[in-house]
């Protein structure tokens, strides 16, 4: 069973920094794509960065072009982003999800349950 | 970057009624459209791909159709447990955007 585990996420003052970590297992995790999606609250949902399988590849949002950063581990099995200057409208809930093929397509089929980062004063 | 329309925003129809979701791209994307159901509460779920590709798993009253900048999402019969907000996807290339969502409801 594919499983989807995120943490890190919490209260954070404007212009701070959080690191979030999703850990996989149930499917060979370095032979697929991953994501971060995110959702503000009440809001529709926003992709944030893909990375693919051997890192080769790495794209964002230009909303959080040149303050995030996304990276992973394949002998953790571990996904990871790096979130610096953190603003307002950065608040939301972030889902790690899975691309549905090895290359990179965007299209998610497996997310997680999504960890929930607030930035305010 | 390429913007995604859909509509309506929201709609309420009865069990049984044929349910129509439409969304529009500002430039065209081939078939490279996903939609995405997402029930209160809940993580969002894939349905289709490729624009009219069902995924596994999902009841066949699900349909997609369209190319280019103009596709549709359609569920052949209402049923209760489709409540929940739909979300088209473009994913030519990044960045990837969503539509804004279409709350659907019971009426």
């Known amino acids: 069973e594919v499983q989807l585990v995120e943490s890190g996420g919490g209260l954070v003052k404007p212009g701070g920094s959080l690191r979030l970590s999703c850990a996989a297992s149930?499917?060979?995790?370095?032979?697929?794509?991953m994501n971060w999606v995110r959702q503000a609250p009440g809001k529709g949902l926003e992709w944030v960065s893909s990375?693919?399988?051997?890192?080769?590849?790495?794209y964002y949002a230009d909303s959080v072009k040149g303050r995030f950063t996304i990276s992973r581990d394949n002998a953790k099995n571990s996904l990871y982003l790096q979130m610096n200057s953190l603003r307002a409208e950065d608040t939301a809930v972030y889902y790690c999800?899975?691309?549905?093929?090895?290359?990179?397509?965007?299209?998610?089929?497996?997310w997680g349950q999504g960890t929930l980062v607030t930035v305010s004063s | 970057d390429i913007q995604m329309t859909q509509s309506p925003s929201s709609l309420s129809a009865s069990v049984g009624d044929r349910v129509t979701i439409t969304c529009r791209a500002s430039?065209?994307?081939?078939?490279?459209l996903a939609w995405y159901q997402q029930k209160p509460g809940k993580v969002p779920k894939l349905l289709i791909y490729a624009a009219s590709t069902l995924q596994s798993g999902v009841p066949s009253r699900f349909s997609g159709s369209g190319s280019g900048t103009d596709f549709t999402l359609t569920i052949s019969s209402l049923q209760p447990e489709d409540v929940a907000t739909y979300y088209c996807q473009k994913y030519n290339s990044a960045p990837v955007t969503f539509g804004q969502g279409t709350k659907v409801e019971i009426k």
């Open positions: 149930g499917f060979t995790f370095s032979s697929y794509s």
């Open positions: 999800a899975r691309d549905r093929r090895p290359v990179t397509t965007y299209v998610v089929d497996y």
């Open positions: 430039q065209g994307i081939s078939n490279y």
């Open positions: 990375i693919s399988s051997s890192s080769s590849y790495i």
